[in-house]
């Protein structure tokens, strides 16, 4: 389908164990996002990505690796959860700078 | 101080009035902005964007912009109980990718 898809759409796991959330986008937009929702912070954003191979980190990247080998997957890897990190995740694409973000559906994730 | 401030409402609104949203921002390199709406559970979609100062109308929709004093708003109206919602002001700042930067958002309730 088209559009960008989030993977999986709820997640528990256990504290300690890693975990990767998975984004795939089919538009070829240059740029990628991981925002992170909770209540009272809104949307922060964790790592981006402007192209390929290019990753930089957000206001919240502690905790967190991402990788880009191919414009359309942007994955998200918490190396060791931890119960702060339980959280809505949300990944977003766009085509240019100055251009809007569209979303995914949201993961969902616990940390037991 | 976030870089994008919004009250976190609840704003309440009788249906057919018109609701006011408003958005302060930091950065005075910032060259977009956006507004997006989030019911509960979903993900943020695209309601308007803006660049220049002025006003932009789509229907019910107004966005306004005033760069010399960093504010952005969005007026809906006619506004219906489908309007009830979280509305988020993104702003498309710093650096040379232009990071989207959220506000916390503003919860929406319009009442029959």
């Known amino acids: 389908d088209a559009g960008i898809t989030q993977s999986p759409r709820y997640k528990i796991t256990e504290t300690g164990r890693q975990v990767t959330l998975m984004c795939h986008q089919t538009?070829?937009?240059?740029?990628m996002f991981w925002y992170r929702q909770d209540l009272g912070h809104g949307l922060r954003l964790i790592y981006y990505?402007?192209?390929?191979?290019?990753?930089d980190k957000g206001e919240v990247p502690d905790g967190y690796v991402v990788s880009r080998s191919k414009t359309e997957n942007f994955p998200l890897t918490l190396e060791s959860a931890t119960r702060s990190q339980t959280s809505v995740y949300f990944c977003a694409s766009r085509i240019g700078v100055n251009t809007e973000a569209f979303f995914g559906q949201g993961t969902r994730l616990t940390v037991v | 101080q976030k870089e994008v401030e919004q009250n976190s409402g609840p704003l309440s609104v009788p249906e057919g009035a018109i609701a006011s949203l408003n958005c302060t921002y930091s950065?005075?390199?910032?060259?977009?902005f956006f507004w997006y709406r989030q019911y509960s559970g979903k993900s943020p979609e695209l309601i308007m964007f803006i660049y220049s100062n002025g006003d932009k109308e789509d229907g019910r929709f107004t966005a306004q912009l005033n760069k010399a004093s960093q504010y952005v708003s969005l007026l809906i109206r006619d506004s219906q109980p489908s309007d009830s919602a979280t509305y988020l002001c993104?702003?498309?700042?710093?650096?040379?990718?232009?990071?989207?930067?959220f506000g916390r958002g503003t919860s929406l309730i319009v009442h029959p």
């Open positions: 950065d005075r390199g910032s060259q977009s």
């Open positions: 993104a702003v498309n700042g710093k650096g040379g990718s232009y990071i989207p930067t």
């Open positions: 990505s402007a192209a390929a191979d290019i990753t």
């Open positions: 538009w070829s937009h240059s740029y």
